[in-house]
């Protein structure tokens, strides 16, 4: 009996050390937020600009590179109106499966002052699938990463 209780126990302490982190939920490079782009450009200049690394912040264990001190100011100032959705995954994918999924940072849509990136290579593009569908893909989006992120 005293094998089966140790045994429990292993599990259950394997559990909380694989459980998800905040840190590990964003989609990162070695800590690093939608592979260096600036995520206060998609806003301001409504186009992905690479950061730059003297202009980088690092939050919660994610690290976010800027093309400007502006824009890192802007950041920190109000740093939830700029993170994209989903912790930098792929919006429809998050819609239409629930899997984190990797993304194009130069394939971006912003929607009620929110940011969503997508996944674009070859010959898959899926903002143009999320764009079909968008309001439905959005609220199983955002169930599905309630899931993820409880």
């Not at 009996?1 to 292993?10: D, E, P, T």
């Not at 912003?110 to 903002?127: A, C, E, H, R, W």
Request: charged share 20%; net charge positive.
């Amino acid at each position: 009996m005293k094998s089966h209780a140790i045994i429990i126990v292993l599990m259950l302490t394997a559990g909380i050390v694989t459980a998800q982190t905040p840190r590990n939920l964003y989609n990162l490079d070695n800590g690093l937020a939608i592979q260096g782009y600036d995520p206060v450009a998609y806003f301001v200049k409504n186009q992905a600009v690479e950061g730059k690394k003297e202009f980088a912040h690092t939050q919660n264990g994610v690290t976010y590179y800027f093309a400007s001190a502006a824009n890192k100011e802007l950041f920190i100032k109000n740093s939830q109106h700029y993170e994209p959705q989903y912790g930098g995954w792929c919006a429809y994918a998050m819609g239409a499966t629930g899997e984190k999924v990797e993304i194009n940072p130069e394939t971006f849509k912003i929607v009620d002052g929110k940011l969503y990136l997508f996944y674009n290579s070859l010959f898959n593009n899926t903002l143009p699938k999320w764009n079909k569908e968008e309001a439905e893909l959005k609220l199983k989006a955002d169930k599905n990463w309630k899931k993820l992120n409880p």
